[in-house]
Nanobody, 123 residues
Framework: VQLQASGGGLVQAGGSLRLSCAAS????????MGWFRQAPGKEREFVSA????????RLADSVKGRFATSRDNAKNTMYLLMNSLKPEDTAVYFC?????????????????WGQGTQVTVSS
């Protein structure tokens, strides 16, 4: 499966953005999908995961109450709605796909990655 993330940009603190991850190739609905982010000088970190049918989601503690993830299998697309953005949310955001049967899937099971989209939150 090929993944393409989009929707990043520059936003002021307190603002909102919606990221999209468009998939092509093998059946989108057969994968658990995730969002990860990497800030400059820091390791990549988990942001969110969503189950194959969208009924199960998991969010990192740092984004709970502010971010939400969803997917539209008919459109082969996953979303990350980011509200109340903070400067510490500044990072490159990556979408990824996992075929793992574990929930949530370990990061090492995400075998397919998009190219990343930059999110910059100004204070």
């Amino acid at each position: 499966v090929q993944l393409q993330a989009s929707g990043g940009g520059l936003v002021q603190a307190g603002g909102s953005l919606r990221l999209s991850c468009a998939a092509s190739g093998r059946a989108f609905s057969s994968y658990v999908m995730g969002w990860f982010r990497q800030a400059p000088g820091k390791e990549r970190e988990f942001v969110s995961a969503i189950g194959r049918l969208g009924g199960s989601t998991r969010l990192a503690d740092s984004v709970k109450g502010r971010f939400a993830t969803s997917r539209d299998n008919a459109k082969n697309t996953m979303y990350l709605l980011m509200n109340s953005l903070k400067p510490e949310d500044t990072a490159v955001y990556f979408c990824a796909a996992s075929g793992s049967s574990y929930w949530p899937p370990p990061e090492r099971t995400y075998n397919y990655w998009g190219q990343g989209t930059q999110v910059t939150v100004s204070s």
